[in-house]
């Protein structure tokens, strides 16, 4: 929905509320229970799941066909908000009923949200099966909105192949997301692209590739007057560490700088920015 505003879900909250009395009134039955259901993940991303699970609970009670786009919406945003909860089990079995139904109506762009799902959900070792079936969709796709997933799903499933040591294999799709990327003339995504591509070549223990990639993403930004991304900084500091060079201490302090005013590196790698602050004090 070209309504959100991923970065601000309680002014996307604000907009889809704004449009409830539009979707009672329309003919098309599936409008309102996408509409509730897109309020429920808004509320479930800044935190508040008791609001999305009540949203959600309302929703289910209007949807009178269970094989409808408005039971699909309801399970892909249940199934967000259990897994933003910590249940990814039960989240699995929602976004699987809900691929069920999509892929039996043939509603590309949900039969891929919700294989894209499953594949964030599943483990390890069954991920790379969900992201064949979201590719496989998108890229047969006749619709240009379906297809507007393959950047997303070529990232994802190139993570997976780097968590499973497989860097060769997620090299060529970050490249390929990175051409996606341009192509669409998505700048901002296309340098968090070209971040990752450079991080698998560090990886790939090929230093000055990597670090030439990082530096000029360091540039582009601090040239026009823009913070230095703190994720690029830790990159330039690590690939100095490798080589040997002592910029890298100065490096890894502003990269701690940076990334601690991240709450979820905080909470979910403390070890990570740890050792971030500890190179940044160490003995040369």
């Not at 959900?121 to 909105?145: C, D, G, M, R, Y």
């Not at 913070?227 to 490798?242: M, N, Q, S, T």
């Not at 080589?243 to 909470?267: C, H, I, M, T």
Request: proline residues 2%; aromatic residues 10%.
């Amino acid at each position: 929905m070209n309504l959100w505003k991923y970065d601000n879900p309680k002014q996307s909250a604000v907009r889809f509320i704004s449009l409830i009395d539009s979707a009672e009134a329309s003919s098309d039955k599936d409008y309102l229970p996408a509409l509730l259901s897109q309020i429920a993940r808004s509320y479930a991303m800044w935190g508040d799941f008791k609001s999305a699970h009540e949203q959600l609970n309302e929703l289910e009670l209007l949807i009178q066909d269970r094989s409808s786009r408005g039971q699909i919406f309801y399970l892909l945003e249940r199934g967000r908000a259990l897994k933003a909860g910590g249940d990814k089990k039960r989240a699995r079995i929602l976004f699987n009923d809900a691929f069920i139904i999509a892929d039996r109506l043939g509603d590309d762009y949900l039969a891929i949200d919700a294989a894209h799902m499953m594949a964030i959900t599943e483990t390890l070792p069954n991920q790379h099966k969900w992201h064949v079936i979201a590719v496989n969709i998108a890229e047969a796709s006749t619709s240009e909105f379906a297809r507007n997933w393959l950047g997303t799903l070529y990232n994802n499933m190139a993570w997976t192949y780097f968590e499973k040591g497989r860097y060769e294999k997620a090299l060529e799709l970050f490249k390929q997301v990175v051409q996606f990327r341009k192509e669409k003339e998505q700048l901002r995504r296309a340098q968090i692209a070209r971040w990752a591509v450079g991080r698998t070549l560090r990886e790939l223990n090929r230093l000055p590739q990597a670090l030439t990639i990082q530096e000029k993403l360091f540039d582009e930004r601090t040239s026009i007057g823009q913070e230095a991304d703190g994720l690029v900084v830790e990159e330039i500091a690590e690939i100095y560490h490798l080589l040997g060079r002592s910029e890298a201490k100065s490096y890894f302090a502003q990269a701690y700088r940076l990334l601690v005013l991240d709450p979820g590196l905080v909470q979910n790698e403390p070890a990570r920015l740890k050792r971030l602050k500890d190179l940044s004090m160490s003995e040369d």
